[in-house]
């Protein structure tokens, strides 16, 4: 059974045109995680809520936000997607406490236009 | 700057043979140290991790090590096996914020059969 769940799985946008990406979590874990993964490349941490706190990592750019409206859903918003924003988009969700694992959904996969 | 870092990027074994990656972390109070295995177009996956208070775990073919004092751990997979092959990212919760997982670079290993 599916614990984190993505949607869409991929999602084409044109240049500029804003994207919002979705990750539920039937887990109840207080930590949900976005990671931007491009090819070959490691996941790189966007930003994390722990509960309702949210923790914006320093190098992420202005153009991508979130929102965590309860705590089963997490959402990624960018703004104005560039060329360089395609790439994976993984949701993971934690218990939290920084000792327990990561749980992945399956990912979300931009292409821009 | 980078707080995991991972050698080597890329690995190729004989069938049979054992492989070792490693990895460096700079924050001295990280305590959960996860390896990831990452199949191509598929999500990571957990495959082992450890945590501070102890030196080794092993399951199976795979163990790891950690090196506090070093701040250093190792991913030891033995009698490699052509399925084996992935990508592998280990992974260390920041000290400061104990839900803050930073990903190594990741290692390409590739077992010939």
């Known amino acids: 059974d599916a614990m984190v769940i993505q949607n869409p799985r991929y999602q084409v946008t044109q240049f500029g045109k804003p994207v919002t990406l979705s990750c539920s979590q039937t887990?109840?874990?207080?930590?949900m995680y976005w990671y931007q993964q491009k090819s070959s490349q490691a996941p790189k941490l966007l930003f994390h809520?722990?509960?309702?706190?949210?923790?914006n990592e320093a190098d992420t750019p202005d153009n991508f936000q979130s929102r965590r409206p309860n705590t089963s859903f997490c959402f990624l918003d960018i703004r104005s997607p560039g060329l360089g924003d395609a790439a994976m988009y993984l949701c993971?969700?934690?218990?939290?406490?920084?000792?327990?694992?990561?749980?992945f959904g399956e990912g979300s996969r931009l292409t821009v236009l | 700057g980078e707080n995991v870092e991972q050698h080597p990027s890329t690995l190729s074994v004989q069938e049979g043979d054992s492989a070792v990656i490693k990895c460096t972390y700079s924050d001295s109070a990280s305590n959960y140290f996860p390896w990831y295995k990452q199949e191509l177009g598929k999500r990571p996956q957990l495959i082992i991790d450890i945590r501070s208070n102890v030196g080794e775990k092993k399951d199976q073919r795979i163990a790891v090590t950690l090196n506090k004092t070093a701040k250093h751990f190792s991913l030891h997979i033995t009698e490699t096996q052509p399925e084996d092959s992935a990508v592998y990212f280990c992974a260390a919760i920041l000290g400061g914020n104990n839900n803050d997982m930073r990903f190594g670079a990741g290692t390409r290993l590739t077992v010939k059969p």
């Open positions: 809520y722990y509960d309702k706190d949210f923790n």
């Open positions: 993971a969700t934690s218990r939290g406490g920084g000792t327990g694992e990561l749980f």
């Open positions: 887990l109840n874990h207080n930590v």
